[in-house]
């Protein structure tokens, strides 16, 4: 049995994984963590919950700004995590794969869990090949606090492994109001991020060509669609304690 410490435990994510932790026969919840309490038992100090419960793997969906001391934390303690909040910086995540190999504990990062939003970049990824214009709208919930999404930064990520630009024949360009044309990304993908109540998640990977356009959407409605590859992601850390970046490399 896998015993799994949820820090974030009170956000609307962190109430997820604590339901699907309960139903799934090879994980127990050992402990939840967050700064709040809801009538279930909570401890607030990340470090003094590993020391007291010994978990197996900590899940954690808190915030960027906090992110990267509690992953630092948990690899410290030799206890494997896996991270489900977005924000980490470059710098940051090769320092957490650092420390993830010195310590011997595994390190799950991923953009996103949903298996729908992993096959949306692969396809984008298939399709970055044969466009040579390609855009990004990702649209989320205005509570989000970072902009652009994982999502979005990982998916320009994999599209500029099959080609390095995407702006082919357009004209030299002036933004009248700046930011304007969105955020400029790896091989010069621009990327539009969209926070507003009424979504939840979505993205929109959108290629041109002459006289034909692509648009690969993915849309997730609702929090329970991240939850297999959450479990996934817990599974396979514990099993083999090393450090992945994307839900994609174990779904391949």
Do not use: W
Request: hydrophobic letters at 40%; proline letters at 3%.
């Amino acid at each position: 049995m896998i015993k799994v410490l949820v820090n974030g435990a009170m956000g609307k994510m962190g109430k997820e994984v604590i339901n699907a932790v309960n139903e799934c026969e090879q994980t127990t919840l050992a402990c939840a963590v967050d700064i709040m309490g809801d009538g279930i038992t909570i401890l607030k100090d990340l470090k003094s919950a590993i020391e007291s419960t010994k978990p197996d793997v900590v899940v954690d969906f808190t915030q960027p700004s906090a992110i990267f001391e509690n992953a630092k934390t948990c690899l410290n303690s030799k206890i494997s995590v896996v991270i489900g909040t977005t924000g980490l910086s470059e710098m940051q995540i090769n320092e957490l794969q650092r420390l993830s190999k010195e310590t011997g504990a595994g390190c799950f990062i991923a953009p996103n869990f949903s298996t729908g939003a992993v096959l949306m970049m692969k396809f984008a990824k298939l399709a970055a090949a044969y466009f040579n214009n390609a855009e990004i709208i990702e649209l989320h919930h205005n509570q989000k606090k970072d902009a652009p999404s994982g999502t979005a930064i990982k998916t320009a990520q994999l599209m500029a492994e099959a080609n390095s630009c995407f702006t082919l024949g357009n004209c030299p360009e002036t933004e009248t109001i700046k930011g304007a044309r969105g955020a400029d990304a790896n091989a010069n993908i621009h990327i539009h991020s969209v926070r507003m109540p009424g979504f939840m998640a979505s993205q929109e990977v959108i290629f041109g060509a002459m006289g034909q356009t692509l648009k690969i959407r993915h849309d997730s409605t609702d929090r329970k669609c991240y939850m297999p590859g959450v479990l996934l992601a817990i599974k396979y850390v514990v099993q083999n304690r090393t450090f992945i970046y994307g839900l994609d490399k174990i779904m391949e």
